[in-house]
């Protein structure tokens, strides 16, 4: 709530589905824009998650006609195109945060980050994009994720890892394609997910997702290069063991041999991944823990928290600064 006892109201763009839909879970109402063609970032809500009611989609030809209380970009283009294609001068004058959900995809440590030299709020989703980024910033922010916790789904009866990753035959070796291509030649692996064919058993919808993914013995994430992927908070919270590469993120969520196994060398995750499959005491005792873990520490409850204070402290900071400077 602002000061005056109304629901914030934030305009974004449905950039990646599921960190919306678990941003939706705050309470304030999120507004999003579609037009025509349903472009990326102008689809909507889409039919993949359930959304609630406070998640409102509007076209963009009614979108200057509307009140907001803050900008909330995800993307260089919303940032630097978007805004002055479908937002008016008011509103663009509105406080504003840049959510950066990915490490630099440039230099890794020196690419200047495009809010640099700006006025505008910085929020990256881990400690290690903050790391990696030129925030020209001291004071950007880490709003670690939220998952809404499905239940308890594991049974490990499947002898099998699964990896869920969206289009990872198109995002090559950042994502691990390589790595999944190759090890899935001594260890029995399934890949899920939008455009894994011919690769892979296709899309899972996310509401089914607990159930089917809970069935495989653990959940193996490929990645070199990104931020902590939202599907390995989830399947730490279905209980399963993560395996894994010992970059970015994992190696603060992931101890080795308790809630599943990190390494660099492909050779030795191939060992532990015959090792879960061997030992499925041992594979449900580690996943028990993972999910232990992640109830405590990717808390959609924390998580929205700290998201309504940063929105709160964003719109409070802008109004001080105006205060400020008026004469």
Same mark, same amino acid.
């Given at each position: 709530?602002?000061?005056?006892?109304?629901?914030?109201?934030?305009?974004?763009?449905?950039?990646?589905?599921?960190?919306?839909?678990?941003?939706?879970?705050?309470?304030?109402?999120?507004?999003?824009?579609?037009?025509?063609?349903?472009?990326? &970032?102008?689809?909507? @809500? !889409?039919? $993949?998650?359930?959304?609630?009611? +406070?998640?409102?989609? %509007?076209?963009?030809?009614? /979108?200057?006609?509307?009140?907001?209380?803050?900008?909330?970009?995800?993307?260089?283009?919303?940032?630097?195109?978007?805004?002055?294609?479908?937002?008016?001068?008011?509103?663009?004058?509105?406080?504003?945060?840049?959510?950066?959900?990915?490490?630099?995809?440039?230099?890794?440590?020196?690419?200047?980050?495009?809010?640099?030299?700006?006025?505008?709020?910085?929020?990256?989703?881990?400690?290690?994009?903050?790391?990696?980024?030129?925030?020209?910033?001291?004071?950007?922010?880490?709003?670690?994720? &939220?998952?809404?916790? @499905? !239940?308890? $789904?594991?049974?490990?009866?499947? +002898?099998?890892?699964? %990896?869920?990753?969206?289009? /990872?035959?198109?995002r090559g070796r950042m994502l691990g394609f390589d790595l999944f291509l190759e090890m899935r030649k001594y260890v029995p692996l399934d890949l899920v997910g939008m455009g894994t064919e011919p690769y892979g058993l296709s899309e899972i919808l996310h509401p089914q997702l607990p159930a089917f993914a809970g069935r495989y013995r653990f959940?193996?994430?490929?990645?070199?290069?990104?931020?902590?992927?939202?599907?390995?908070?989830?399947?730490?919270?279905?209980?399963?063991?993560?395996?894994?590469?010992?970059?970015?993120?994992?190696?603060?969520?992931?101890?080795?041999?308790?809630?599943?196994?990190?390494?660099?060398?492909?050779?030795?995750?191939?060992?532990?991944?015959?090792?879960?499959?061997?030992?499925?005491?041992?594979?449900?005792?580690?996943?028990?823990?993972?999910?232990?873990?992640?109830?405590?520490?990717?808390?959609?409850?924390?998580?929205?928290?700290?998201?309504?204070?940063?929105?709160?402290?964003?719109?409070?900071?802008?109004?001080?600064?105006?205060?400020?400077?008026?004469?």
């Open positions: 709530m602002n000061g005056n006892n109304r629901r914030l109201r934030i305009f974004t763009w449905h950039i990646h589905g599921s960190y919306l839909y678990y941003l939706s879970q705050g309470n304030y109402d999120l507004y999003i824009p579609v037009n025509s063609d349903r472009t990326p &970032g102008y689809y909507g @809500q !889409g039919t $993949t998650f359930p959304f609630g009611p +406070n998640v409102h989609e %509007v076209n963009v030809e009614d /979108l200057q006609s509307l009140d907001f209380d803050l900008i909330l970009f995800q993307t260089a283009n919303n940032y630097q195109n978007d805004q002055y294609e479908v937002l008016s001068a008011r509103q663009r004058a509105l406080p504003k945060i840049f959510l950066q959900h990915d490490p630099p995809w440039g230099h890794p440590t020196d690419t200047k980050h495009i809010t640099y030299g700006s006025d505008v709020m910085l929020v990256h989703v881990t400690h290690f994009n903050k790391l990696m980024w030129d925030n020209g910033q001291p004071d950007a922010q880490v709003i670690e994720h &939220g998952v809404v916790d @499905q !239940g308890y $789904t594991y049974s490990g009866e499947l +002898n099998r890892g699964l %990896v869920v990753i969206n289009n /990872l035959p198109d959940f193996f994430n490929p990645i070199r290069y990104t931020s902590m992927g939202l599907a390995v908070c989830e399947a730490m919270t279905y209980g399963m063991p993560i395996v894994g590469l010992a970059t970015t993120e994992m190696v603060r969520h992931i101890r080795d041999g308790y809630n599943g196994f990190l390494d660099l060398n492909p050779a030795q995750l191939i060992d532990r991944m015959t090792f879960l499959l061997e030992n499925k005491e041992v594979a449900k005792t580690m996943g028990a823990n993972a999910r232990r873990y992640a109830l405590e520490k990717f808390s959609i409850q924390r998580f929205v928290h700290e998201w309504e204070a940063l929105f709160l402290r964003a719109i409070a900071g802008q109004a001080t600064a105006k205060t400020s400077y008026s004469y």
